[in-house]
């Protein structure tokens, strides 16, 4: 059964640093999501990763995923208080009926 | 013109009354979803349906039956509600299940 982990679950930190979210996946999974919630609204998909490897980058937010490792990576360079939200990462279950598992989000807050 | 729509977005009800929570996407796809997120903010798959056939149905009690009359819709009827009912509940959709999905603005329910 596919379990995704994903720390830290809380992250305050100040305008113009750099930090990483991390991603575990528990079994193989061939494709990462990440996906940003503001509070009190939708989901909103950030990025879909396929293979290993892969690296996908948008604004101040760049993901990786290393299959090998079961890991996936949420990089935040010069944070801005835009950027303040949850981020989730979530695996894609495979065999049978392919479903996505969530993990517990990761509350950025990025202070002035 | 949204892509993916819910409603009701609030939606307050007592104990043993009976609900529903419509969705329509407007985006041609295939695939539609039904999540629930709880008070701590986990996010889990209930159901999903492709081109109006139940794929998956997770551990959910029998009061939730969903029904997709159609491929652009797909509702959530609620019975019996019980106080562990309250969430916000996400309709998405996808192109299918391997793609990104697009999620609704979400339904907070609240059973007093």
């Known amino acids: 059964e596919l379990k995704v982990e994903q720390n830290p679950l809380f992250l305050s930190m100040q305008e113009g640093k750099n930090y990483t979210i991390y991603c575990n996946y528990s079994?193989?999974?061939?494709?990462l999501y990440w996906y940003r919630q503001d509070p009190g609204k939708s989901l909103e998909s950030l990025f879909v990763?396929?293979?290993?490897?892969a690296v996908k980058q948008e604004g101040r937010l760049m993901a990786s995923l290393d299959t090998k490792a079961r890991l996936s990576t949420l990089h935040i360079t010069a944070a801005v208080h835009d950027l303040s939200a949850t981020y989730f990462c979530?695996?894609?279950?495979?065999?049978?009926?392919?479903?996505?598992?969530f993990g517990k989000g990761t509350k950025l807050t990025v202070n002035p | 013109d949204t892509a993916v729509s819910q409603t009701p977005k609030y939606l307050v009800t007592q104990m043993g009354n009976d609900k529903s929570i419509k969705c329509e996407q407007n985006?041609?796809?295939?695939?539609m979803y039904w999540y629930k997120q709880d008070s701590k903010k986990f996010l889990k798959i209930m159901f999903s349906?492709?081109?109006?056939?139940?794929?998956i149905n997770e551990t959910v009690p029998n009061r939730f039956s969903p029904k997709s009359p159609d491929k652009a819709h797909l509702n959530l009827h609620i019975n019996s509600l019980e106080l562990g009912d309250s969430a916000v509940y996400f309709c998405?959709?996808?192109?299918?299940?391997?793609?990104?999905?697009?999620f609704g603005p979400g339904t907070r329910l609240t059973v007093t």
């Open positions: 979530a695996g894609l279950t495979q065999g049978g009926s392919e479903k996505l598992v």
């Open positions: 990763l396929l293979s290993n490897g």
């Open positions: 998405a959709s996808s192109q299918n299940m391997w793609y990104e999905q697009y």
């Open positions: 349906y492709n081109n109006k056939e139940l794929i």
């Open positions: 079994t193989t999974s061939d494709r």
């Open positions: 985006l041609g796809h295939d695939t």
